[in-house]
């Protein structure tokens, strides 16, 4: 069974029942829930990024160099990265998808900021997106950092576990992300993007509360893990 870990923050790897290794919003150097390193990830196959914020994007590139994953994200950080000598890249934009050897993925909509880390030139400027990973009879969506869409309308029926951020300030707070689970009807919601920054500190048992019966909430320590089944 594939297993999903939670690194802090909003970065997670998976391992699929085929032995892929996923990364996803790779930030190592910096994150304080994590003291895994870049040089600590062993056999990465790809990398997917949900936008270029510094946050979730600082590690893609030195990640994908050492490694030679294959980095996924918008057309515009693909292009960026190949810039930076990346030559797998595979460029995507807001609801495309594509049948990976490992499973299908779709990029959906975000509400957020567009800047690329580490890019001087200011060329690169472009949309924020979320992830729908659809790996064996689980169905992953890794929102990124987001305000609440009417959007998400639209992914009910088509999410198992939903990974949303609580963290308010630069992204949805626990009340929008309740009604963002109204909206989605997941199964179970793991909350993210919290507790990293003083202005993100969040209570993860309030956000339950909140919650209430529309989903089991699952609170992922950093470095803990949950099978998708």
């Known amino acids: 069974m594939a297993t999903l870990t939670y690194h802090g923050h909003s970065t997670f790897t998976i391992r699929t029942d085929d032995d892929v290794h996923i990364v996803i919003d790779p930030w190592f150097e910096g994150n304080p829930h994590t003291e895994l390193t870049v040089d600590d990830l062993e056999d990465v196959d790809y990398i997917f990024c949900t936008h270029g914020h510094e946050d979730h994007f600082a590690d ?74 659809q790996i064996g009879r689980s169905r992953l969506y890794h929102a990124g950092d987001t305000a609440l869409l009417n959007d998400m309308r639209l992914l009910d029926g088509e999410v198992d576990i939903a990974l949303l951020p609580i963290g308010d300030n630069f992204t949805m707070g626990p009340d929008d992300a309740v009604r963002a689970l109204e909206f989605i009807n997941p199964r179970v919601v793991v909350p993210i993007h919290y507790d990293t920054f003083p202005l993100i500190e969040q209570d993860t048992q309030e956000f339950r509360r909140k919650v209430g019966n529309r989903a089991r909430v699952k609170i992922m320590a950093p470095g803990s893990e949950m099978e998708l089944g």
Do not use: C, Y
């Open 60 to 133: 893609a590139i030195p990640l994908a160099r050492k490694s030679g994953a294959t980095l996924v994200s918008t057309f515009e950080i693909a292009m960026f990265a190949g810039e930076q000598g990346i030559e797998n890249v595979h460029p995507m934009h807001i609801g495309g998808a594509f049948q990976f050897p490992f499973g299908r993925v779709k990029m959906t909509a975000a509400l957020h900021g567009g800047q690329v880390h580490g890019d001087e030139s200011g060329r690169w400027t472009t949309v924020p997106a979320g992830f729908l990973f």
